[in-house]
């Protein structure tokens, strides 16, 4: 494809490096588009696959782009986006358009709850695969996202119990960029100043917050009403209890180098 258009135009004009990036930037157009088409009544293997190709695609991008880099580099990066893109299209679903997830329980999704859904899923779907193929996570980690998995895939192929998903993937992801950005401070040996100082912090504490303040509350209006179906309540209770074991690490790391250490200053 490279050197036919190169010859048509008489001269070297893309690279195969460039129209491989070219031909990445269509598919996530392409893709992009379909998840927001997508009209339930049919089943939706097709935005499915669409939307793997898309994270997939993207990571084969940054790959290209950033090929100095590891794949656990260009991964997170990935990891990243997603984090933004669904935590800012969740909060403007939940707290700017309406209505509050905890007043809309049981009800059919709508279109915004459908595109993050399938977002959602497709990125799970890569980043499962891509940790069970290079070993980098533990169980727990596994775990929660095979939960995810199975939520997601719930909520899309039933058309119901979108808005308690979605504001889960809110609660779920809003710290998942601050961890990402700790994770990048290492990298460039930027960790052990008063930004990682902070950002650590920050990542505790707003994790404790809407994992178990919002979060609790969010779990005991759900298990209370009859509206959510069974399985939604499950899976946001075993989310419940994995981000317990989290919480437990964390809080041991947080102790560790914090409290601790501040202790031995005071003596």
């Known amino acids: 494809l490279s050197s036919g258009i190169n010859a048509e135009y008489g001269g070297s004009i893309l690279s195969k490096q460039q129209l491989q990036v070219l031909f990445i930037m269509t598919q996530i157009l392409q893709t992009g588009l379909s998840l927001l088409t997508w009209q339930p009544g049919s089943v939706p293997l097709y ?4 939307s793997i190709s898309l994270w997939s695609s993207l990571y084969f991008l940054v790959r290209q782009v950033l090929w100095e880099r590891s794949a656990e580099y260009c991964c997170r990066l990935i990891t990243l ?10 909060a403007l679903l939940h707290f700017y358009l309406g209505p509050a997830p905890w007043k809309y329980f049981g009800h059919e999704n ?33 775990t929660h996202h095979l939960v995810s998995l199975i939520g997601l895939s719930y909520a899309i192929f039933l058309h ?19 961890l990402q950005f700790r994770w990048f401070l290492r990298e460039h040996n930027q960790y052990h100043t008063i930004i990682g100082v902070i950002n650590d912090y920050l990542f505790v504490f707003s994790f404790a917050f809407w994992r178990f303040g919002i979060g ?16 939604i309540k499950a899976g946001g209770s075993s989310l419940y209890l994995i981000s317990i074991v989290f919480m437990y690490s964390i809080g041991k790391f947080f102790i560790r180098k914090y409290v601790w250490k501040m202790k031995k200053k005071k003596e």
């Open 160 to 178: 119901r119990c979108g808005s308690e998903v979605t504001a889960v993937c809110f609660g779920a992801e809003i710290t998942n960029p601050i």
């Open 47 to 50: 935005q499915i696959c669409l």
């Open 110 to 142: 709508s279109p915004a709850h459908n595109f993050v859904l399938l977002l959602s899923l497709g990125y799970f779907l890569f980043d499962f695969a891509w940790c069970c193929y290079m070993g980098s996570e533990g169980i727990a980690m596994l």
């Open 216 to 231: 609790s509350y969010f779990l005991y209006e759900a298990l209370l009403t009859d509206k959510v179906d069974w399985m």
């Open 81 to 90: 986006l997603h984090g933004l893109t669904v935590t800012t299209v969740s």
